[in-house]
Protein backbone atom coordinates (compact mmCIF):
# COMPACT_ATOMS: atom_id res chain seq x y z
CA UNK A 1 0.00 0.00 0.00
CA UNK A 2 1.49 3.54 -0.87
CA UNK A 3 1.24 6.58 1.29
CA UNK A 4 -2.15 7.84 -1.37
CA UNK A 5 -3.49 4.17 -0.24
CA UNK A 6 -3.23 4.92 3.24
CA UNK A 7 -4.94 8.24 3.02
CA UNK A 8 -8.05 6.99 1.21
CA UNK A 9 -8.06 4.00 3.92
CA UNK A 10 -7.30 6.72 6.96
CA UNK A 11 -10.25 9.54 5.33
CA UNK A 12 -13.37 10.09 6.82
CA UNK A 13 -12.81 7.21 9.52
CA UNK A 14 -12.14 7.21 13.08
CA UNK A 15 -8.02 7.43 13.53
CA UNK A 16 -7.96 4.21 15.94
CA UNK A 17 -10.02 2.08 13.48
CA UNK A 18 -8.58 2.61 10.98
CA UNK A 19 -5.23 2.05 11.75
CA UNK A 20 -6.42 -0.91 12.35
CA UNK A 21 -7.87 -1.67 9.40
CA UNK A 22 -4.95 -0.42 7.09
CA UNK A 23 -2.81 -2.57 6.09
CA UNK A 24 0.23 -0.30 6.01
CA UNK A 25 1.10 0.46 9.35
CA UNK A 26 -1.96 -1.34 11.84
CA UNK A 27 -1.57 0.08 14.63
CA UNK A 28 0.06 2.90 16.12
CA UNK A 29 -2.33 4.36 18.60
CA UNK A 30 -4.46 1.27 18.05
CA UNK A 31 -4.21 -2.51 19.12
CA UNK A 32 -6.13 -4.90 16.80
CA UNK A 33 -5.04 -3.53 13.31
CA UNK A 34 -1.92 -5.26 11.21
CA UNK A 35 1.16 -2.92 10.76
CA UNK A 36 3.42 -5.32 8.27
CA UNK A 37 1.10 -5.48 4.49
CA UNK A 38 3.88 -8.14 3.46
CA UNK A 39 5.76 -7.61 0.20
CA UNK A 40 3.44 -4.23 -0.68
CA UNK A 41 4.31 -2.78 2.77
CA UNK A 42 8.09 -3.79 3.30
CA UNK A 43 8.88 -3.55 -0.88
CA UNK A 44 10.37 -6.82 -1.24
CA UNK A 45 12.79 -7.50 -3.82
CA UNK A 46 12.70 -10.29 -5.94
CA UNK A 47 14.24 -13.06 -4.66
CA UNK A 48 18.37 -13.33 -4.48
CA UNK A 49 19.58 -16.24 -6.54
CA UNK A 50 19.55 -19.61 -5.06
CA UNK A 51 22.74 -21.75 -4.92
CA UNK A 52 22.65 -25.25 -6.91
CA UNK A 53 21.17 -26.98 -3.56
CA UNK A 54 20.16 -25.89 -0.54
CA UNK A 55 19.97 -28.57 2.08
CA UNK A 56 19.08 -28.89 5.34
CA UNK A 57 22.31 -30.71 7.42
CA UNK A 58 20.50 -31.32 10.69
CA UNK A 59 17.87 -33.88 11.40
CA UNK A 60 14.48 -32.50 11.59
CA UNK A 61 11.19 -33.97 13.18
CA UNK A 62 8.31 -35.16 10.32
CA UNK A 63 5.33 -32.73 9.68
CA UNK A 64 2.94 -35.10 11.77
CA UNK A 65 4.70 -33.78 14.89
CA UNK A 66 4.16 -29.87 14.45
CA UNK A 67 0.56 -30.30 13.54
CA UNK A 68 -0.94 -30.48 17.39
CA UNK A 69 2.91 -29.72 18.27
CA UNK A 70 4.05 -30.62 22.22
CA UNK A 71 5.16 -27.00 23.30
CA UNK A 72 5.40 -23.59 22.04
CA UNK A 73 6.69 -21.60 19.26
CA UNK A 74 8.32 -18.29 19.41
CA UNK A 75 8.30 -16.80 15.82
CA UNK A 76 9.90 -14.17 14.36
CA UNK A 77 9.08 -11.89 11.28
CA UNK A 78 12.43 -9.53 10.41
CA UNK A 79 13.79 -8.11 7.08
CA UNK A 80 15.88 -10.15 5.24
CA UNK A 81 14.79 -13.58 7.24
CA UNK A 82 15.13 -15.71 6.46
CA UNK A 83 17.18 -15.34 3.04
CA UNK A 84 19.52 -13.60 5.73
CA UNK A 85 19.60 -15.81 8.97
CA UNK A 86 21.34 -13.14 10.65
CA UNK A 87 18.12 -11.21 12.18
CA UNK A 88 16.72 -13.72 13.37
CA UNK A 89 20.07 -14.88 15.23
CA UNK A 90 20.26 -11.02 16.23
CA UNK A 91 16.71 -11.68 17.64
CA UNK A 92 17.18 -14.79 19.79
CA UNK A 93 20.27 -13.44 21.40
CA UNK A 94 19.06 -9.93 22.70
CA UNK A 95 16.27 -12.25 24.38
CA UNK A 96 18.30 -15.32 25.18
CA UNK A 97 16.38 -17.71 23.20
CA UNK A 98 16.45 -18.85 19.95
CA UNK A 99 12.71 -18.45 17.57
CA UNK A 100 11.86 -21.77 16.62
CA UNK A 101 9.74 -20.28 13.80
CA UNK A 102 10.66 -17.99 11.20
CA UNK A 103 7.94 -15.92 8.72
CA UNK A 104 8.64 -14.60 5.24
CA UNK A 105 6.17 -12.55 3.28
CA UNK A 106 5.64 -13.96 0.03
CA UNK A 107 4.58 -12.50 -3.29
CA UNK A 108 2.20 -14.78 -5.50
CA UNK A 109 4.33 -15.33 -8.50
CA UNK A 110 7.77 -15.84 -6.69
CA UNK A 111 9.26 -19.67 -6.74
CA UNK A 112 9.20 -21.92 -3.53
CA UNK A 113 12.16 -20.14 -1.81
CA UNK A 114 14.23 -23.29 -0.83
CA UNK A 115 17.31 -21.30 0.69
CA UNK A 116 15.01 -19.64 3.15
CA UNK A 117 13.36 -22.75 4.26
CA UNK A 118 16.80 -24.49 4.65
CA UNK A 119 18.40 -21.61 6.36
CA UNK A 120 15.63 -21.65 9.10
CA UNK A 121 15.52 -25.26 9.57
CA UNK A 122 19.39 -24.89 10.21
CA UNK A 123 19.11 -22.53 12.92
CA UNK A 124 16.09 -24.87 14.32
CA UNK A 125 12.81 -23.13 12.90
CA UNK A 126 9.88 -24.14 11.22
CA UNK A 127 9.68 -21.99 7.94
CA UNK A 128 6.76 -20.16 7.39
CA UNK A 129 5.85 -18.70 4.00
CA UNK A 130 3.38 -16.23 4.29
CA UNK A 131 1.81 -15.82 0.73
CA UNK A 132 -0.10 -12.87 -0.94
CA UNK A 133 -2.07 -13.16 -4.07
CA UNK A 134 -1.91 -9.38 -5.05
CA UNK A 135 -2.50 -10.00 -8.59
CA UNK A 136 -3.80 -12.11 -10.39
CA UNK A 137 -7.47 -12.16 -8.47
CA UNK A 138 -8.57 -14.46 -6.05
CA UNK A 139 -11.58 -15.51 -8.45
CA UNK A 140 -9.47 -16.24 -11.15
CA UNK A 141 -6.79 -18.14 -8.66
CA UNK A 142 -10.05 -20.44 -7.61
CA UNK A 143 -10.44 -20.68 -11.63
CA UNK A 144 -7.28 -21.94 -13.05
CA UNK A 145 -5.41 -19.28 -14.24
CA UNK A 146 -2.50 -19.93 -11.49
CA UNK A 147 -2.33 -23.69 -11.56
CA UNK A 148 0.90 -24.19 -13.31
CA UNK A 149 2.28 -21.73 -10.99
CA UNK A 150 0.43 -23.47 -8.06
CA UNK A 151 1.65 -26.55 -9.15
CA UNK A 152 5.56 -25.45 -9.43
CA UNK A 153 5.82 -24.46 -6.15
CA UNK A 154 4.02 -27.59 -4.31
CA UNK A 155 6.87 -29.77 -6.52
CA UNK A 156 9.56 -27.58 -5.26
CA UNK A 157 7.94 -28.20 -1.75
CA UNK A 158 7.88 -31.75 -2.08
CA UNK A 159 11.30 -32.02 -3.38
CA UNK A 160 12.21 -30.12 -0.31
CA UNK A 161 11.12 -32.39 1.88
CA UNK A 162 10.75 -31.16 5.75
CA UNK A 163 7.57 -29.69 7.47
CA UNK A 164 6.97 -25.88 5.99
CA UNK A 165 4.03 -23.86 7.61
CA UNK A 166 2.13 -22.27 4.24
CA UNK A 167 -0.29 -19.64 4.67
CA UNK A 168 -2.82 -18.02 1.85
CA UNK A 169 -4.51 -14.60 1.99
CA UNK A 170 -3.89 -13.66 5.30
CA UNK A 171 -6.33 -11.21 7.18
CA UNK A 172 -9.23 -12.20 4.29
CA UNK A 173 -11.62 -10.94 6.86
CA UNK A 174 -10.27 -7.31 6.23
CA UNK A 175 -10.81 -4.19 3.82
CA UNK A 176 -7.05 -3.19 3.16
CA UNK A 177 -5.81 -6.46 0.78
CA UNK A 178 -7.23 -7.36 -2.88
CA UNK A 179 -8.18 -10.79 -1.44
CA UNK A 180 -10.29 -9.21 1.22
CA UNK A 181 -13.70 -8.34 1.55
CA UNK A 182 -13.93 -5.23 -0.62
CA UNK A 183 -12.83 -7.34 -3.95
CA UNK A 184 -13.01 -11.08 -2.84
CA UNK A 185 -16.17 -13.15 -1.52
CA UNK A 186 -15.80 -15.75 1.31
CA UNK A 187 -17.09 -17.82 -1.54
CA UNK A 188 -14.16 -16.70 -3.91
CA UNK A 189 -11.50 -17.00 -1.30
CA UNK A 190 -12.89 -20.42 0.13
CA UNK A 191 -12.67 -22.06 -3.43
CA UNK A 192 -9.50 -20.71 -4.16
CA UNK A 193 -7.78 -21.89 -0.59
CA UNK A 194 -9.65 -25.48 -1.58
CA UNK A 195 -8.39 -24.98 -5.34
CA UNK A 196 -4.48 -24.59 -3.65
CA UNK A 197 -4.59 -27.02 -1.45
CA UNK A 198 -5.75 -30.12 -3.61
CA UNK A 199 -3.27 -29.01 -6.26
CA UNK A 200 -0.90 -29.41 -3.76
CA UNK A 201 -2.22 -32.93 -2.56
CA UNK A 202 -1.61 -33.98 -6.14
CA UNK A 203 1.39 -32.95 -6.13
CA UNK A 204 2.60 -35.24 -3.91
CA UNK A 205 3.25 -31.76 -1.09
CA UNK A 206 2.47 -33.40 2.27
CA UNK A 207 4.59 -31.95 4.05
CA UNK A 208 2.95 -28.69 4.30
CA UNK A 209 1.25 -27.58 7.60
CA UNK A 210 -1.97 -25.13 6.31
CA UNK A 211 -2.58 -21.66 8.42
CA UNK A 212 -5.49 -19.99 8.06
CA UNK A 213 -5.33 -16.04 9.36
CA UNK A 214 -7.72 -13.95 9.57
CA UNK A 215 -7.42 -10.23 11.25
CA UNK A 216 -8.81 -10.28 14.67
CA UNK A 217 -12.65 -9.47 14.52
CA UNK A 218 -12.49 -6.27 16.25
CA UNK A 219 -11.24 -4.28 13.00
CA UNK A 220 -14.40 -5.19 11.05
CA UNK A 221 -17.26 -6.83 13.46
CA UNK A 222 -19.62 -7.00 11.09
CA UNK A 223 -17.35 -9.77 9.03
CA UNK A 224 -18.25 -13.44 9.48
CA UNK A 225 -15.47 -15.85 9.78
CA UNK A 226 -17.27 -19.06 9.26
CA UNK A 227 -18.12 -18.39 5.54
CA UNK A 228 -14.36 -17.87 4.77
CA UNK A 229 -13.58 -21.17 6.37
CA UNK A 230 -11.99 -23.66 3.88
CA UNK A 231 -12.95 -26.97 6.19
CA UNK A 232 -10.94 -28.82 8.51
CA UNK A 233 -9.17 -31.25 6.06
CA UNK A 234 -7.86 -27.91 4.85
CA UNK A 235 -6.76 -26.46 7.42
CA UNK A 236 -3.93 -27.40 10.30
CA UNK A 237 -3.39 -24.09 12.44
CA UNK A 238 -5.96 -21.02 12.82
CA UNK A 239 -3.35 -18.18 13.00
CA UNK A 240 -4.77 -14.89 14.42
CA UNK A 241 -3.39 -11.48 13.52
CA UNK A 242 -3.24 -8.48 15.82
CA UNK A 243 -1.05 -6.02 17.63
CA UNK A 244 -1.04 -3.88 21.15
CA UNK A 245 -0.75 -0.55 20.37
CA UNK A 246 -1.14 2.94 22.61
CA UNK A 247 -4.69 2.30 22.85
CA UNK A 248 -7.32 -0.50 22.65
CA UNK A 249 -6.87 -3.76 24.34
CA UNK A 250 -3.89 -4.45 26.11
CA UNK A 251 -4.71 -7.84 27.52
CA UNK A 252 -4.72 -11.33 25.50
CA UNK A 253 -8.68 -12.07 26.13
CA UNK A 254 -8.96 -8.24 25.25
CA UNK A 255 -7.71 -8.30 21.64
CA UNK A 256 -8.20 -12.14 20.53
CA UNK A 257 -10.71 -13.63 23.58
CA UNK A 258 -13.63 -12.82 20.23
CA UNK A 259 -12.05 -13.87 17.64
CA UNK A 260 -11.01 -17.02 19.05
CA UNK A 261 -14.63 -17.41 20.67
CA UNK A 262 -15.89 -16.94 16.77
CA UNK A 263 -13.20 -19.59 15.52
CA UNK A 264 -14.41 -22.13 17.96
CA UNK A 265 -17.98 -22.37 17.25
CA UNK A 266 -16.92 -24.29 13.86
CA UNK A 267 -13.51 -25.75 14.10
CA UNK A 268 -11.15 -27.32 17.36
CA UNK A 269 -8.27 -26.88 15.44
CA UNK A 270 -4.86 -25.10 17.66
CA UNK A 271 -4.45 -21.30 17.22
CA UNK A 272 -0.85 -19.31 16.39
CA UNK A 273 -1.00 -15.66 16.85
CA UNK A 274 0.16 -15.39 13.30
CA UNK A 275 1.48 -11.48 13.52
CA UNK A 276 1.72 -9.28 16.53
CA UNK A 277 4.14 -6.51 18.46
CA UNK A 278 3.45 -4.46 21.36
CA UNK A 279 4.08 -1.52 20.94
CA UNK A 280 6.31 1.30 23.26
CA UNK A 281 4.04 2.34 25.79
CA UNK A 282 2.85 2.13 29.80
CA UNK A 283 1.50 -0.83 29.76
CA UNK A 284 4.11 -2.71 27.07
CA UNK A 285 5.17 -4.88 30.06
CA UNK A 286 1.76 -5.82 30.56
CA UNK A 287 0.67 -6.71 27.45
CA UNK A 288 3.88 -8.60 26.85
CA UNK A 289 3.25 -10.65 30.11
CA UNK A 290 -0.64 -11.02 29.00
CA UNK A 291 0.47 -12.15 25.72
CA UNK A 292 3.06 -15.01 26.43
CA UNK A 293 1.54 -15.68 29.58
CA UNK A 294 -1.64 -16.72 27.76
CA UNK A 295 -0.04 -18.47 25.11
CA UNK A 296 1.82 -21.06 27.64
CA UNK A 297 -1.52 -21.27 29.75
CA UNK A 298 -4.12 -22.19 26.98
CA UNK A 299 -3.08 -25.40 25.59
CA UNK A 300 -5.21 -24.35 22.28
CA UNK A 301 -2.67 -21.97 21.55
CA UNK A 302 0.41 -23.04 20.50
CA UNK A 303 2.71 -19.69 19.99
CA UNK A 304 2.90 -16.48 18.15
CA UNK A 305 4.85 -15.01 15.76
CA UNK A 306 6.62 -11.00 16.41
CA UNK A 307 6.72 -8.90 13.83
CA UNK A 308 10.44 -7.23 14.13
CA UNK A 309 9.80 -4.16 12.06
CA UNK A 310 10.35 -0.29 12.41
CA UNK A 311 7.89 1.07 10.57
CA UNK A 312 6.50 4.56 9.52
CA UNK A 313 7.69 5.49 13.07
CA UNK A 314 6.76 3.22 14.91
CA UNK A 315 9.26 1.09 16.43
CA UNK A 316 7.79 -3.32 17.06
CA UNK A 317 11.43 -4.42 17.27
CA UNK A 318 13.00 -6.00 20.06
CA UNK A 319 16.41 -5.83 20.12
CA UNK A 320 16.57 -1.47 20.17
CA UNK A 321 14.03 -1.39 23.12
CA UNK A 322 15.51 -3.10 26.43
CA UNK A 323 11.87 -2.57 28.59
CA UNK A 324 9.97 -4.81 25.88
CA UNK A 325 12.91 -7.13 25.18
CA UNK A 326 13.44 -7.75 29.07
CA UNK A 327 9.63 -8.35 29.02
CA UNK A 328 9.64 -11.03 26.34
CA UNK A 329 13.43 -12.90 27.91
CA UNK A 330 10.93 -12.87 30.95
CA UNK A 331 8.09 -14.10 29.70
CA UNK A 332 9.30 -17.08 27.57
CA UNK A 333 12.01 -18.25 30.23
CA UNK A 334 9.14 -20.46 31.61
CA UNK A 335 7.53 -21.62 28.28
CA UNK A 336 8.34 -24.93 27.04
CA UNK A 337 9.60 -24.84 23.02
CA UNK A 338 8.74 -27.22 20.42
CA UNK A 339 12.28 -28.52 19.26
CA UNK A 340 12.29 -29.10 15.46
CA UNK A 341 14.71 -31.76 16.32
CA UNK A 342 14.02 -35.15 17.09
Same mark, same amino acid.
Given at each position: MNRKSLAACLSG??? +???? +????????????????????????????????? +????? $??????? &?? $??????????? &???????IGPVTSIGASVGISPNLVGQYVTWGRPFDTMAAANALNSGALYYAVWEPFTPSVASIAGGASDAYITKFAQDVRAFGKPVALSFGHEMNGNWYPWGVKQTTAAEFKAAWRH???? #?????????? =?? =????????????????? =???? /???? =??????? #???????? #?????GATIT???????????? &????????? /???? /??DSLIGSIKDNSDVIGFIWFNYNKLGTDWTLEGRPQARAAVASALSGVPLVSLTP
Open positions: VAV +AAAL +AGCGLIRAPGSSWGTPSGGASILQQQAAPPQPA +ASVVT $RPVVPVS &AL $RDPHGKFFGVE &ADGAPDNIHDL #FTQAGAANVI =WV =WNPNVILALPDVQLQPY =WPGD /SYVD =WVGLTGY #FGVTGPHT #FDGLYEVKQFTSKPFII &AETAVETSA /SEQA /SI
